[in-house]
C-alpha cells in the first residue's frame, strides 16, 4: 500500500463544475499537507497548503481529517484552465515530503 | 527572484551508459531534493539534502544512483550504469527549510528527461 493514495481518476467535468478529489495517508508521523498542481510535461507548483482542519483560497477549498487521515480539494465553478494532474503531498516534521501519484482533471467547455 | 535551475532538459543514452544532471536551487534554499517521476505517477524522493549534509536517502538505488551537494549549494545527481527502468523526468526541489519544520513548499526545476534505450 502506497504512502498517500489518491483517487486515480481521470475526472472529466464540465465548466462551472464543482468537483472534489480525495486523498488518505497512512503515515501517523505526518504533519504538514499540501496540494500541487501539474501541467502536462511540466513541473509540479503549490497550489495550497492545508493546515489544521483546512482552508480556502478562493474557488479552491482544502480539508484535513486527522483522526481519519484523509485530506480533500474541493474545485467550484471549474475553469479550462484548472484541467491539470493534482497532487497530494504529506510531510513528516523531518521535511521527508510523500506525494501521491496524483488525480488527471480535464474540464471541458 | 530565479527559479531552480536544472541542466540538461533532455538526454538520451543506452543502457549500461552513464548520465549525470545538475541542479542550482534558489539562493538562499537550504534545503534540495531529487525527485524522479515516471510517466503516471507522483514525484519519488530519491535523496534529500539539508545543506551539504544528506537527510534522507532511503529511496536511492545506492548501487547505480549517487548524488552530491558538495558547497551547501548546487547539486549533481548521477546515474551509472543506466537501466531501461530509469527512463524518467528527474526533478530537483529547493525549500527554505526541511528539519525545523516541514511547513515550507517545495520550487520545482524544469526536470530533466531521461530516456534509456
Known amino acids: 500500500r502506497k504512502e498517500v493514495e489518491q483517487d486515480p481518476g481521470p475526472f472529466n467535468v464540465p465548466e462551472g463544475a464543482t468537483v472534489a478529489f480525495n486523498c488518505t495517508y497512512s503515515n501517523s508521523a505526518s504533519q504538514s499537507f499540501f496540494w500541487y498542481r501539474q501541467d502536462c510535461r511540466k513541473e509540479p507548483k503549490l497550489l495550497m497548503s492545508?493546515?489544521?482542519s483546512g482552508n480556502e483560497d478562493g474557488r479552491f477549498t482544502a480539508q484535513l481529517n486527522r483522526a481519519s487521515q484523509y485530506i480533500s480539494l474541493l474545485i467550484r465553478d471549474s475553469k479550462l484552465s484548472d484541467s491539470a494532474t493534482y497532487l497530494c503531498v504529506a510531510n513528516t516534521n523531518a521535511g521527508k515530503s510523500t506525494f501521491g501519484d496524483g488525480t488527471t482533471l480535464t474540464v471541458k467547455p | 527572484e530565479a527559479g531552480v535551475a536544472q541542466s540538461p532538459r533532455y538526454k538520451i543514452i543506452e543502457k549500461r551508459q552513464s548520465v549525470a544532471f545538475w541542479c542550482n536551487p534558489i539562493?538562499?534554499?537550504?534545503?534540495l531534493y531529487w525527485y524522479q517521476q515516471i510517466l503516471g505517477q507522483g514525484p519519488k524522493l530519491l535523496i534529500q539534502?539539508?545543506?551539504?549534509?544528506?537527510?534522507?536517502d532511503s529511496q536511492l538505488p545506492k548501487d547505480r544512483f549517487s548524488a552530491e551537494r558538495l558547497k551547501g549549494v548546487d547539486s549533481t545527481l548521477k546515474i551509472q550504469p543506466a537501466k531501461l527502468e530509469d527512463s524518467a523526468v528527474y526533478l530537483c526541489a529547493s525549500s527554505l527549510v526541511g528539519l525545523a519544520g516541514p511547513y515550507y513548499e517545495q520550487y520545482f526545476g524544469p526536470g530533466t528527461r531521461l530516456t534509456v534505450t
Open positions: 492545508v493546515y489544521s
Open positions: 539534502f539539508q545543506n551539504n549534509g544528506v537527510v534522507d
Open positions: 539562493s538562499g534554499h537550504a534545503t
